[in-house]
């Protein structure tokens, strides 16, 4: 839910920022929610298997669940450990909607890293979403939906890549 969230925060902030870095990440446009842009997987893997508890409005995977649609690349052990801190999401802040201007929003720079490998969010879903959205840079990773347990290097590549870019373009 990551990328929701430097999105809106990045309409409020637009000063502060140099840029923004999705990394496998929900990019939505003005209007958009997590729950709209999650609607564009026409095979919801992770849909499928979540869990709802009505008494707590949270989601939660179980964790063989997890373990195949985010940590597919991990090894065993970075799987474990990543399981080990999953918590249940709430509900409420995947159907808010998000509220973007070209005045801030717009003027942020951004950049995406894809994973070819995600089950979270397949890579046709990354690609709709970062076309719409408009990036200046995206580097491709074959990953899972967590490089930064599964691709580190490659990952911190990009990354670095990124903010190179972004200085001798700015």
């Not at 995600?118 to 046709?124: L, N, Q, T």
Request: glycine share 6%.
């Amino acid at each position: 839910m990551g990328g929701l969230a430097i999105t809106q925060a990045a309409e409020h902030a637009a000063d502060q920022l140099q840029g923004l870095i999705y990394v496998t990440a929900f990019m939505p446009r003005d209007g958009q929610s997590l729950l709209d842009l999650a609607a564009l997987d026409p095979n919801p893997s992770l849909r499928d298997v979540a869990v709802i508890d009505p008494a707590t409005t949270t989601a939660t995977v179980p964790a063989k669940d997890a373990r195949r649609i985010f940590y597919g690349a991990c090894s065993d052990s970075q799987a474990a450990r990543a399981l080990e801190r999953l918590r249940p999401q709430l509900l409420g802040p995947m159907a808010a909607t998000v509220s973007l201007s070209d005045v801030n929003f717009g003027r942020v720079p951004r950049y995406y890293v894809e994973c070819r490998q995600d089950r979270a969010i397949p890579v046709e879903v990354q690609r709709r979403m970062y076309e719409a959205a408009g990036v200046r840079s995206v580097a491709s990773l074959d990953t899972d939906h967590s490089p930064f347990y599964s691709a580190t290097q490659g990952l911190a590549a990009a990354i670095n890549g990124f903010v190179e870019e972004n200085r001798t373009t700015s």
